[in-house]
């Protein structure tokens, strides 16, 4: 019989780590679409000289704010940490 009660309880403890990751991946999917929105947003308050200070068109910031790792000027930028 605790044979059978380990392996209930086995897949019940599987069964809530699935669960848990799952909200985990979605929290951080949450996250990282407030940091896209937030980024948008204040690329889209910036005045296009600004934009074009900084290397990009206003046209370009939907393409900045959804993909963080590709520079759209070719060049290959520095990361946060090596500042």
């Given at each position: 019989?605790s044979?059978t009660?380990?392996?209930t309880?086995?897949r019940?403890?599987?069964?809530?780590?699935?669960?848990?990751s799952?909200?985990?991946?979605?929290w951080?999917?949450?996250q990282?679409?407030r940091k896209?929105?937030?980024?948008r947003g204040?690329?889209?308050?910036?005045?296009?000289?600004e934009?074009?200070?900084?290397g990009i068109s206003r046209?370009?910031?939907d393409?900045?704010?959804s993909?963080?790792?590709?520079?759209?000027?070719?060049a290959?930028?520095i990361?946060p940490?090596?500042?």
């Amino acid at each position: 019989m605790s044979t059978t009660y380990s392996a209930t309880a086995y897949r019940r403890l599987a069964s809530a780590r699935r669960v848990v990751s799952l909200l985990e991946r979605y929290w951080e999917a949450f996250q990282e679409r407030r940091k896209r929105t937030r980024l948008r947003g204040v690329l889209s308050d910036l005045a296009d000289r600004e934009l074009m200070d900084i290397g990009i068109s206003r046209g370009e910031i939907d393409y900045v704010a959804s993909n963080p790792n590709i520079d759209p000027r070719g060049a290959r930028s520095i990361p946060p940490t090596m500042i």
